[in-house]
Structures are given as C-alpha cells and as structure tokens.
C-alpha cells in the first residue's frame, strides 16, 4: 500500500452551527482511518492551511471560509488531489446548489432566487402556496435566522427584509413540502448509504425540523433515494455529503438540501472507513476530473 502525506484542513468553528463537536469527531475518526491505512496526514486549521505553504501531496477538508476554498481550487488547479473538491464545496452553497440541483432535474421544491433589496411578492406568486423556506443564498447556515419558515406571503416579504437588512443580498426561496422529512448521509461511489428520521434521534441543528413533526413512516424506495443522492452529489461535484429530503405520502422523494461533509453525527464510526478509503483511492487514482458545471 503506497504511503501518502495529506494535508487535512478541519472546518473553522463559525461554519459548524451547534456542531463543532460533532464535525471534529468526524475529522479525528477520518485521520485515524487514513493513518491506520499508512497515511501521514499533517492537520490545519483553517487559519494556518490560509497562511502556510501546503507541501503535502494532497488535501482532504471539511472547510468553508471562501478564502480557503480558492487556495484549495488553485492547488486542484495545479494538479492537487482535493476531497472534497473546492469547486464541490462551492457548488454547495445554497444558490448554486439550487440552481444546479434544478437544471440537472434533480427532484427537489418548486424554487425561486431573489434579490433582497426588491419586491417580491410576484415572484412568491409563482410558487402557488403560503407556505416557504427562506434560506440566504451566499453560503450554509451559519445562524438560526439563516433559514426560516414563512406561513405567509406577508411574513416572507419581512424576512426577506430582514435578510437584507442583515447583509444578505440573495435569498433562495423554496415551498414548502408537507411529509416525512430524513436525513441522509453518504460517500460517492461506495456502499455506505445511512439515512434516518432526525425526530426518532433528537437530531437538530436549529430546531427546525418541528415544522413537519414527527414522522409517519410513509413508505418509500430507499435505493431511489440512493440513486438521486448519488447523482446529486456527482452534479455538485463532491464525494462526501449529507443532506435532507421529503417524503411524501405518496413515497415521492424531493431532496431540500445538500452537503458537502457534514458531521454523519449518528453513523461516523461506519462512516469513517470509507471516507478514509474514498481520499486514499482518489489521491491513487488521479480519477477526479475537473468539474465542467462551476457557477459564476
């Protein structure tokens, strides 16, 4: 087994949200798979991996900060395996994410982007309901007011206000979808698939997860959902990831949000093995090409 010295760069603490131990623990597990497997992996922070000069010969990450993202980009730029890829986790943020989950019909909620400095009560309009997701666009939730539920026309248009008040430039608006709401989480290409109802664990970040309740168990194909999950994730660019989605009674599942490595707080120990096979396999191969879908 070729021996391999990696750079690891652990997520600043202001993008984990009531997650910072969670998101560390997933890292830690994630060293000690790749050491285990013969690696030598050098660990930064965000901060240090900014000002340092990167000698290793690849980097696995769980960064956000856009000053980091673009170093990790120049070094992918530069031939440097990156897991997940700059560009993946850029992909990631709410509005191209959107975008991009909508133009590759990815089933996902009836949709629009705003800008928060205008009207727009048309534009809620065309969603034909009274009911939304307020979520800004610029980057992950990073505070509860970054995602909010609106049970009016009314009450949107305030929050978009208040988005913009706050700095926030662009919205994505989703309806909102009545039925089960999981969480998934998964690594590209490989068996690993854990989803779970996030009420069943107590799993929250912000407690947002009350607005659909408990779940009522609605019966639905779990190797669809691996299927969509694992598409999503190819047209976003990212081989680590998590997300939401919603079940209908029906068993139609629409995927409302997307991830690039989250915590996999309830699976790591599973998770870890594979995350850790999954960098090391990408670093042999050299087989991750260069993303051809990167938003302006």
């Not at 060293?31 to 900014?50: H, M, N, P």
């Not at 997701?133 to 009450?155: F, N, P, Q």
């Not at 068996?191 to 109802?197: P, T, V």
């Not at 299927?227 to 989605?245: F, N, P, R």
Request: with cysteine; hydrophobic share 35%.
């Amino acid at each position: 087994m070729k021996h391999i010295n990696i750079a690891g760069v652990r997520r600043g603490s202001i993008y984990s949200p009531n997650h910072i131990g969670n998101d560390a623990a997933v890292f830690n597990a994630t060293v000690r798979e790749l050491r285990a497997l013969g690696c030598t992996v050098t660990e930064y922070t965000e901060s240090e991996f900014k000002e340092k000069e990167i000698t290793e010969e690849a980097v696995f990450t769980m960064a956000r900060d856009f000053e980091t993202i673009a170093k990790l980009q120049k070094l992918e730029d530069a031939g440097r395996p990156v897991i997940n890829s700059g560009y993946g986790i850029l992909n990631c943020m709410r509005e191209r994410m959107t975008t991009l989950l909508v133009k590759n019909h990815i089933p996902h909620p009836e949709s629009i982007i705003v800008d928060t400095d205008k009207d727009a009560t048309s534009r809620l309009k065309t969603l034909q309901t009274n009911h939304f997701w307020l979520k800004r666009g610029d980057c992950h939730a990073i505070h509860r007011e970054d995602v909010c539920y609106a049970g009016s026309i009314d009450v949107a248009l305030n929050l978009i206000n208040e988005f913009h008040l706050r700095g926030i430039s662009r919205a994505v608006i989703n309806e909102h979808l009545k039925g089960d709401l999981l969480k998934f989480y998964g690594v590209y290409g490989t068996e690993f698939f854990y989803w779970f109802y996030p009420g069943d664990e107590n799993h929250s970040k912000f407690g947002h997860e009350q607005i659909n309740g408990f779940a009522r168990g609605f019966s639905f194909s779990t190797d669809y959902l691996k299927e969509i999950c694992e598409k999503s994730a190819q047209t976003l660019h990212v081989k680590i990831y998590g997300g939401d989605c919603i079940v209908d009674e029906k068993g139609n599942i629409r995927i409302i949000d997307f991830n690039d490595w989250p915590s996999f707080a309830p699976c790591r120990d599973e998770a870890a093995p594979y995350i850790a096979r999954c960098i090391y396999n990408e670093i042999i191969n050299q087989s991750d090409p260069k993303p051809n879908v990167v938003l302006k």
